[in-house]
């Protein structure tokens, strides 16, 4: 045990890791894991980036959830003018600066400021327009935190953002099942329509990236962002090395997530149905597999939009094969050495995977 802190909303504990995982630093909420300076950092950091690097020229940001910190120092590697991060509680905000070796030290950064506030009564009061909007509450089984991803949540966000802003909202794939992951994904694109879901950290994490108007994306766009040291640094430290390497992820375009979500209820204040189907999918331990196979063939996902021929080059193509290795199901890692092979590119070891994952198929 490092350190632990009590307070009115929650008991948070920073803990060493043991064994294999010794030197790693977890924060454990009620009991509960919920971030690491380890198997967590992937998602923690794209949080904030794949956001801002979609974004045209952000300038206020602001973080829902504080947690280890990872996703506020990731936000302030981009040249924003300001970063608010609303965190409930003083426990966590405490806990949080025994992260400092992984979330830079955000609180030192004059740009930063932590409210200490309901999340949901923070975007009524406020007055702010934001051009990112970061939200990333805990499993929406745990108590009290459902509302976070109601309608009158996403409608309160919409209305602090900028007419081009961007929300994007954690949401995982494990102890899950589909009928409630689908309740969150119907409730998510009646405020943001305009939505791309991309899978993180060993392929259980799916981060929605939304907008209420289609994403301009342009490659030199993307790569002057990449560009900035600060941000190229932090990527990298999760093997992310060139630009669109951090979209080869993506499970879901927008028409993949309405034909995913279907028609059904909403979660709503009134009608809080995930906190009653959350919870049940928790207890029976399920899971919810994507379709990120169909991604190297779906034109509508981003990086194919800037690759409609198929990534450029053996560095583009490696990267994003050395990146999925732990992220990616085998169908997706499968396609993406069909295309290495067919081209020409591929060497005996991808080869030597391609026939392995080919026999899985059989």
Known sequence: MVASFVDADTTVAVQHGAGPRAGMRYLRVAGKVDASSGPDMGTQLLLAHLPLLLSTDPREVLVIGLGSGVTAGAALTHPIRSLDVVEISRAMVAASLHFGGVNRRFWEDRRARVVVDDARHHLARSRKVYDVIISEPSNPWMAGIGN?????????AARRLAPDGAFCQWIHTYEMDRQVLSLVLRTFLERFPHVHGFVTGHGS????????????????????????????????????????TPLVTEALDADEARAFAGAGPSVTDDKPLLEHLAPRAFYENRAVDLPVWSNFANPGHLWRRLRPGGLRDDRELRDALAYTVEILPWRARREWLRELVRSGRGGEMEQNELRRLEALGR
């Open 148 to 156: 976070l991803y109601t309608r009158e949540f996403f409608d309160l």
């Open 205 to 244: 994490d799916l981060l929605l990236v939304g907008r209420r108007t289609r994403w301009p994306l342009g490659e030199g766009d993307l790569g002057r962002r990449f560009g900035v040291p600060e941000v190229a640094r932090s990527l990298a430290a999760i093997g992310i090395e060139r630009p669109l």
